[in-house]
């Protein structure tokens, strides 16, 4: 922290013992705490924060609830079983609800909701992350999830732009494309993101996908492209906000067929 000057922090879960982080390290008996702790992942932040000789942005992927990182957090469902009550309302306390336990722990980014158009049914990875394959109920309920999750204190994320529903590959293991026009992707793929752009979402998640009608240059993913991150988002589509990019431990493939990094968080 203080020698690279680190900017933000993500939460990830799991079980490796990690070195106690508490300033009383006789609290609860134990000598060493573990990732997926919330009060350890609190401590911890508290740390960090008071190192950073500015505030850092801290984030956690707590897309089925805090629970989905964190254990003794609430576990909620995907977004596809919340979309099917067709309720807004219970989109907007279930992100008001993991905002309140994302504070708790020192979280400021929730990394949700997914606003991708499931589709097409043998999506391997969004799937039941969506909300659904209409795009108006995908765009009702994720603003009011979005909603929600500002109105408990925390940053709210649209993922994964500008895109991710209509493909049949996990861009964990591949590099998928989607070649459909530009004035289909405008009426779907992109509907959602510019309604919670207008809304005032705060941060954009890119995709490491391939849209020729976006970016025609051969092999660039959306999360590596100036038309799509600055032309689109930024310029066209008014984004002002903060702007993270997928995973980029993922197994990508680039256009020359290289796998790089090991395989890591959706």
Avoid: C
Wanted: aromatic share 8%; no cysteine.
């Amino acid at each position: 922290m203080r020698d690279f000057h680190v900017g933000s922090v993500h939460v990830f879960g799991g079980s490796e013992p990690i070195p106690n982080a508490l300033l009383n390290p006789s609290y609860g008996g134990a000598s060493i705490g573990r990732k997926g702790d919330p009060f350890v992942a609190a401590s911890f932040f508290n740390h960090l924060q008071q190192a950073a000789k500015i505030p850092l942005l801290t984030t956690a992927d707590f897309e089925g609830g805090s629970a989905y990182i964190l254990n003794g957090g609430t576990r909620l469902p995907r977004a596809m079983a919340i979309g099917a009550t067709r309720d807004p309302q219970l989109a907007y306390k279930a992100g008001k609800l993991v905002a309140g336990e994302a504070r708790a722990v020192g979280v400021t980014i929730d990394f949700y909701p997914v606003v991708d158009v499931n589709n097409n049914p043998r999506n391997p990875i969004i799937n039941i992350r969506s909300f659904g394959e209409d795009v108006g109920l995908v765009t009702e309920m994720a603003k009011a999830y979005m909603k929600g999750i500002q109105d408990g204190g925390a940053l709210s994320t649209a993922k994964h732009f500008p895109g991710h529903g209509d493909t049949e590959t996990d861009t964990h293991i591949g590099l998928p494309t989607i070649a459909h026009p530009r004035d289909r992707l405008d009426k779907v793929e992109l509907a959602p993101y510019r309604a919670l752009i207008d809304a005032g979402v705060d941060v954009v998640m890119s995709t490491h996908i391939i849209l020729p009608a976006l970016d025609p240059t051969p092999g660039i993913p959306a999360t590596l492209s100036r038309p799509i991150l600055t032309g689109l988002l930024r310029n066209e589509l008014k984004f002002q906000g903060l702007v993270f990019t997928d995973s980029m431990s993922m197994w990508r493939s680039r256009s020359s067929g290289r796998r790089t990094g090991p395989r890591r968080w959706p």
